[in-house]
């Protein structure tokens, strides 16, 4: 099949990655600096790529710059291109007996930070070769990134996911309230809603899994919190209600070393069954696997069951899940 001279030349990897980086941060000269190349330069290459394909591809405003809409389709098969172009390197590598590439991982914060860890530990032992790039924020931000090809596996909670994102469970989670000993009061570890109503609600951030499943199942019990403040940390979170500024609900996975220290106490709502979520391994919808995201995701399934309670990894094996929610 003959193509034309503009889309062959378009296909030049620079030039392409170029313009992906522009959609990411926004500015030609912070796509410049992550690529490592001049902004003068850089603003060549696109230009040289406008060119080639024959329209404008890249609109500024002030010290900003935004993608036409002709750059937006450029840029969802530039993303596409590159992938391809990872993997056949991955490929060949592995071919040669060379285990080598790096692992774009994005995490939401409760899995990033408990979770993580120790499928990491089980990956590096059996693939030291293979670098890791892990950034950690909110699920809903994780799922964005995933659905974009800015990282290529994530791992989040409960969360809408975008069509170009897919999504396979592999723990199962529980969120429980806390509060400060002796702050509720409680009965068998559990509290009525007329009691927690007399208390802030301390809440994660927009965009976290935590979040979302929490105020999904407390709307369906019933409970109206007197006032409710937004904190951007589990962290944040657990000091604040250890201060006994208010009652919270996060992962079991987050308080459990609180818990046996005696600094807070768990508790459910009474008449309500337990808040469960899972965790999920998220990738783009439409893209193979690299040699490197496919041992990471035969660790996940090896390890995860060994190194964290709750796992499903084995059991989610060969499912497919494009959108999630209760």
């Not at 193979?288 to 709750?310: K, N, Y």
């Amino acid at each position: 099949m003959a193509f034309p001279t503009g889309i062959v030349d378009a296909l030049d990897p620079s030039r392409l990655r170029l313009l992906v980086e522009v959609d990411r941060r926004g500015s030609i000269s912070a796509a410049a600096e992550a690529c490592g190349v001049s902004q003068p330069s850089a603003t060549k290459q696109l230009k040289t790529l406008e060119g080639a394909v024959g329209e404008k591809l890249v609109e500024r405003n002030g010290r900003a710059s935004g993608l036409t809409e002709a750059g937006q389709i450029v840029v969802s098969h530039a993303a596409r291109v590159l992938d391809t172009l990872h993997g056949l390197e991955e490929e060949l590598d592995a071919l040669r007996g060379a285990e080598t590439g790096t692992l774009a991982l994005a995490a939401s914060t409760t899995s990033g930070t408990y979770v993580v860890p120790s499928i990491l530990q089980c990956f590096a032992d059996r693939h030291p070769g293979v670098d890791v790039d892990i950034a950690i924020g909110p699920s809903a931000w994780v799922a964005e990134r995933v659905a974009k090809r800015e990282f290529a596996l994530g791992i989040a909670g409960e969360i809408e996911l975008p069509d170009s994102a897919r999504a396979e469970p592999f723990l199962d989670d529980e969120l429980v309230g806390i509060a400060a000993p002796g702050g509720l009061n409680l009965r068998r570890g559990r509290a009525t809603i007329s009691e927690l109503e007399r208390w802030t609600l301390l809440v994660r951030e927009q965009g976290s899994s935590t979040r979302s499943v929490a105020e999904r199942y407390l709307a369906r019990a019933g409970y109206q919190p007197a006032n409710r403040w937004e904190l951007d940390s589990n962290e944040a979170i657990k000091r604040s209600v250890r201060a006994g500024l208010g009652i919270g609900f996060l992962s079991k996975l987050v308080v459990g070393d609180e818990l046996k220290r005696g600094e807070l106490v768990d508790f459910r709502i009474e008449g309500a069954d337990p808040m469960r979520r899972s965790i999920y391994l998220l990738l783009p919808a439409d893209r193979e696997s690299t040699p490197s995201e496919r041992a990471f995701i035969a660790t996940l399934s090896d390890c995860c069951a060994v190194s964290i309670a709750g796992c499903t990894a084995g059991e989610a094996s060969g499912k497919r899940r494009d959108s999630s929610g209760e």
